[in-house]
C-alpha cells in the first residue's frame, strides 16, 4: 500500500517538475482567440477618438479665420432721397436723391500683419492637435500594455494554481503514508487559497484596461476587446543628448510657444502702424428734380481718420502688445528649459525599467526556477520540508510576475517618452558604448 501511494507521489512530482521547467512565454490561460494589435489600437484611436474630432475641427476653423482678418473691410453704398419738401424754390435749386459707394483701402498693411497672426494662431491650433494625437497614442499604448500585462499576469497565477493542486495531492499522498505531516497539506491548500484569491484582483486591472481602450476608440465599454499579442522584452539603447534634441525640433509645446511669439509680434506691428490711417475713397452721383439726365453730377473724395488726437488709446494698445510678446518669449524660454528637464527625468524612468526587466529576464528569474527545481528534487527525497518548496516556487512566481510588470512598465515608459518628445524614438537610438556613457 504504501509502496503504490509513494509511486502515486513519485508520477505526482515528475509531473510537477514538467511544470517547473516551463517558460515564462506558456500558452495563455485565458480563452480570448482574437488577437488585439497595437498598430490597430493606435489606428482606431487616431480615426475615432471624439477628442481628436474635436481638435481636428477647432484647426479647421483657426484657418478660416485667416481669410477673415486679411480681408479689405466691406464697401459702403448709400442711397439718400427727399422724402417731403415744404418750401417754394425753383426745380433745380436740391439735389433729390444722392447715391454714394466708399472702399476703404488698407494701405498701411494692418491686416496682412492681423492675417500673419492668425495664420500663427492657426499652426498653433495644429500643435494643439498634435499634442491631443499624441497623448492619445499614449493613453492607447498605455492601456494596451497595461492589458498584455494583465493578462500575462493571470497566465502566471493559473499555472501555479495548477502547480499548487498538484503540490496538495503530492503532500496529501505523503501525509497518508506517513512520510509528511499534515501540516504540509494545510501549507499548500492556504497557498493555493491565496493564489485563487488574487485573481480577481487581476480580472480588475484586465477589465479596467480593456474599458479604457474602448473608451479611446469610442466604442461601448462593454464592447469586446481580444487578447494583446504577447509583450516581448526589445531593449531600446537611447542617448540623452539626442533625445533632448530630438525633442526641441519637435515637441509640439515648442511650436505652440514659438507660434504665440510670432503671433504677439505681428499684433505689435500692426499695432505700431494703428498710427497710419488707411483712407476711404468715395464717388457720388447725384440727380436734380427736374433734371432730363439720370445722373445730374458725379463727385469723388476720401476721407481719413484722425489717430493723433487718440495718442493714449494708441500708446496703450503697442505697450500691451509689447508685454505680449515678452511674455511668449519667456514662455518659450521656459517651455525649452522644461523640455529638457521633462526629458531627462523620463529618460532616468527608461533605463531604471529597462535595467530591472533584462535583470529579472537574465538573472533572478532563471535563478529562482533553478532553486525551485532544487527544493523539488530535495523534497521528492525527503531531504527538504514543503514550506522550503512553497517558499521556493512562490519566489519563481513573484520573480516571473515582476518580470511582466517590470517589461509593462518599461513599454509605458517608452510611450510616455515618445509622447514627450513628439516623434519616434528611432532617431534616438545609440550603440551599446554610447549607451553606457550617457549613464556615467
Known amino acids: 500500500m504504501k509502496l503504490n501511494a509513494l509511486l502515486c507521489t513519485g508520477c505526482a512530482v515528475l509531473a510537477t517538475a514538467s511544470l517547473l521547467a516551463e517558460t515564462p512565454s506558456l500558452p495563455p490561460a485565458t480563452n480570448d482567440t482574437n488577437r488585439l494589435s497595437l498598430d490597430a489600437v493606435v489606428s482606431e484611436v487616431l480615426s475615432n477618438n471624439p477628442s481628436l474630432k474635436a481638435a481636428r475641427a477647432n484647426w479647421g476653423a483657426m484657418q478660416e479665420r485667416v481669410p477673415q482678418v486679411r480681408a479689405w473691410e466691406d464697401p459702403k453704398f448709400e442711397m439718400d432721397a427727399t422724402a417731403g419738401r415744404f418750401v417754394s424754390v425753383p426745380p433745380n435749386s436740391f439735389m433729390d436723391q444722392k447715391f454714394m459707394l466708399e472702399q476703404a483701402l488698407p494701405l498701411s498693411g494692418k491686416n496682412r500683419l492681423q492675417g500673419k497672426a492668425a495664420e500663427s494662431d492657426a499652426a498653433g491650433a495644429f500643435e494643439q492637435l498634435r499634442r491631443q494625437e499624441l497623448d492619445a497614442v499614449r493613453k492607447a499604448r498605455t492601456a494596451y500594455f497595461q492589458l498584455a500585462n494583465g493578462c500575462a499576469q493571470l497566465d502566471v497565477n493559473r499555472r501555479n494554481v495548477e502547480l499548487l493542486k498538484q503540490f496538495v495531492e503530492i503532500s496529501r499522498d505523503k501525509f497518508k503514508v506517513g512520510v509528511r505531516s499534515e501540516s504540509d497539506v494545510l501549507n499548500a491548500e492556504t497557498a493555493l487559497a491565496n493564489l485563487e484569491e488574487g485573481e480577481a484582483d487581476i480580472q480588475r486591472e484586465i477589465s479596467q484596461a480593456r474599458i479604457e481602450l474602448n473608451r479611446l ?142 535583470l529579472y529576464k537574465d538573472k533572478l528569474l532563471p535563478l529562482a526556477e533553478q532553486t525551485a527545481s532544487a527544493k523539488l528534487s530535495g523534497y521528492q527525497s525527503d531531504k527538504e520540508n514543503l514550506l522550503d518548496l512553497l517558499t521556493a516556487q512562490q519566489t519563481v512566481r513573484q520573480a516571473e510576475s515582476m518580470y511582466w510588470e517590470h517589461l509593462m512598465h518599461y513599454q509605458v515608459a517608452l510611450a510616455d517618452l515618445e509622447s514627450l518628445v513628439g516623434a519616434s524614438l528611432e532617431a534616438a537610438a545609440t550603440s551599446s558604448t554610447e549607451h553606457h556613457h550617457d549613464l556615467k
Open 217 to 358: 476608440r469610442n466604442r461601448p465599454p462593454r464592447t469586446f476587446v481580444g487578447r494583446p499579442v504577447e509583450s516581448t522584452f526589445q531593449a531600446l539603447n537611447l542617448s540623452l543628448e539626442k533625445l533632448q534634441a530630438l525633442a526641441l525640433a519637435y515637441r509640439p509645446e515648442l511650436f505652440i510657444a514659438q507660434e504665440k511669439v510670432d503671433a504677439a509680434q505681428a499684433r505689435l506691428d500692426a499695432a505700431r502702424k494703428q498710427w497710419i490711417p488707411d483712407p476711404a475713397f468715395r464717388v457720388e452721383a447725384d440727380r436734380y428734380n427736374d433734371a432730363g439726365q439720370a445722373i445730374s453730377e458725379v463727385d469723388a473724395g476720401f476721407s481719413v481718420s484722425l489717430p493723433w488726437f487718440n495718442r493714449a488709446k494708441y500708446k496703450a494698445g503697442i505697450r500691451e502688445n509689447q508685454k505680449m510678446v515678452e511674455s511668449a518669449k519667456q514662455e518659450l524660454s521656459a517651455a525649452r528649459e522644461d523640455t529638457l528637464s521633462m526629458v531627462q527625468n523620463e529618460f532616468i524612468e527608461v533605463e531604471t525599467f529597462h535595467h530591472h526587466t533584462e
